[in-house]
């Protein structure tokens, strides 16, 4: 078991309703607010409204428009401009996980004098960020309980994921209700990339039984109430663990003590959404079946013979290949149950970037200390394999 230094400084409030405890929230970080959100989702939920209301007695600029893989330019750029303008006090994002990473970019660009880009790529440190506090209408990033975001520069084709200890929220209020409305594409697509956050951290050399535990229980769980979910979006029950699933997802208490794996999933996604803008959660979906058969190996098997068997019930009488070739085969249909489309080509991506993407990852992501090192043509091959 490998030793760790923690601590998760975010206070969640969770649950019916709990808006209502916005403005004690807010009122300790001031009195001026930089209200992110992104289209007119949060208009039509009436919660645009509900939160204006609530912070009445508050002076508030907006920033609007933040898309999903949120970019670099123009708004990350424009909020930071916006919180020096207007000497912004604290952040309020208002949305999915995609306006949180923007708002985490500009927290610390705010407080920053040089390019904020360069707190992105790590070549400086943020000595300073805002205060954020985030209403969450979207299941998925965890981004409310941790202190990274990812952001995406397209004149580069960079999608960069960034952390930093200035970043973790003050505050995140979790209304499931508000993911009533979720579309199913994004209900889906928020479920592969939980899921996904828990196999990063799950399939590694040093693990414990605790923590095996805890993921194996987050993946059934996500599984189960995503079934439940799109069969009955207004579904309080289900909406509500879905959405707790995914905030403890990504914040590091499921692998304490355990080994890095180096979210190979990850790395090689953020090429094809830097590239293509495709929906994180769908090429996490397509990408993960087809590096699990890249890895299995004689060293790996175990580790595919334990998934498969406490997280799809596989029989444990099988030969090991048999289950870990189940298992795999089970996320596969798993995620093609829940219609996510599971060919690169049916999202848009052909095979003449493949190349050029796979240098950009082998390059940038580091996957040589990967849980199972990745070169350039391993690269390659998953790609290939996912068209």
Not at 12 to 17: A, N, R, S, V
Not at 31 to 50: A, F, P, Q
Not at 160 to 168: C, Q, T
């Amino acid at each position: 078991m490998r030793n760790f230094d923690y601590m998760t400084p975010t206070r969640l409030i969770f649950g019916k309703d709990s808006i209502v405890k916005l403005p004690d929230v807010m009122k300790p970080l001031g009195k001026r607010v930089l209200l992110t959100y992104g289209g007119g989702s949060i208009k039509k939920l009436g919660l645009y409204d509900r939160v204006k209301s609530l912070l009445a007695d508050f002076d508030i600029v907006e920033l609007s428009g933040i898309q999903p893989n949120p970019k670099y330019n123009p708004s990350v750029s424009e909020g930071v401009r916006l919180c020096k303008q207007h000497d912004i006090d604290v952040i309020l994002a208002v949305g999915g996980g995609s306006v949180l990473d923007c708002s985490k970019a500009i927290a610390a660009g705010a407080k920053y004098d040089g390019e904020p880009w360069d707190l992105i790529t790590g070549k400086a440190k943020a000595q300073a960020a805002l205060p954020i506090v985030d209403v969450l209408t979207l299941a998925a990033t965890g981004s409310e309980y941790d202190c990274g975001g990812v952001i995406s520069r397209t004149e580069t084709n960079d999608k960069i994921g960034y952390i930093d200890p200035h970043l973790f929220p003050v505050c995140s209020i979790l209304d499931p209700v508000y993911t009533f409305t979720v579309s199913a594409k994004q209900t889906a697509a928020g479920c592969a990339d939980a899921m996904n956050h828990v196999m990063e951290q799950y399939f590694a050399d040093d693990t414990t039984l605790l923590n095996d535990g805890f993921c194996e229980a987050e993946l059934r769980a996500l599984m189960a109430n995503a079934r439940k979910c799109l069969d009955k979006p207004d579904d309080y029950t289900a909406r509500a663990e879905m959405m707790l699933c995914c905030t403890y997802g990504c914040n590091g208490i499921l692998s304490l003590g355990n080994s890095y794996s180096g979210w190979p999933c990850h790395a090689i996604e953020h090429a094809l959404s830097a590239y293509y803008d495709i929906t994180h959660g769908e090429g996490l979906a397509i990408i993960t079946p087809r590096w699990m058969r890249h890895i299995l190996s004689d060293r790996t098997l175990p580790r595919f013979v334990k998934y498969g068997i406490n997280v799809f019930g596989i029989d444990a009488s099988l030969p090991d290949r048999q289950i870990a070739e189940q298992a795999i085969d089970a996320t596969y249909a798993f995620f093609e149950s829940i219609n996510i489309p599971m060919h690169l080509r049916d999202v848009g991506i052909d095979d003449s970037r493949i190349d050029e993407m796979a240098h950009h990852i082998a390059v940038n992501e580091g996957l040589e200390s990967a849980y199972v090192p990745l070169s350039e043509g391993d690269i390659k091959e998953i790609l290939l394999a996912s068209l």
